[in-house]
């Protein structure tokens, strides 16, 4: 049984500013980021739970999953009617601070 996927819009302002990022980089890049977050959220539609927990002070139920290849992170939580993906961020990013602020 799949379940729902909303993707907030800080995620989505996330997505948008990587892909363009990458684009600038390479756009072969920018298509295997797309390809995996694809990939990546069809799994957590299958297997809500696929990703380790990574609880914060505001949200105790934040789950995380990493990109096969690529040091980006997509920070999600289940609820009772599906997904919901609060923020894809860089592993070299400070982190907790950025997860606090949703």
Excluded: C, W
């Amino acid at each position: 049984m799949t379940v729902a996927l909303s993707i907030k819009p800080q995620a989505q302002a996330d997505i948008d500013e990587r892909a363009a990022s990458l684009n600038d980089e390479a756009f072969e890049l920018a298509e295997r980021f797309l390809a995996e977050l694809h990939h990546v959220f069809d799994r957590l539609t299958a297997f809500p739970a696929f990703g380790p927990p990574f609880p914060t002070a505001n949200h105790p139920d934040l789950r995380r999953v990493i990109l096969p290849t690529l040091p980006l992170s997509v920070f999600y939580r289940p609820t009772r009617t599906g997904i919901e993906v609060l923020r894809v961020l860089h592993q070299a990013q400070d982190i907790p601070p950025l997860l606090d602020d949703l």
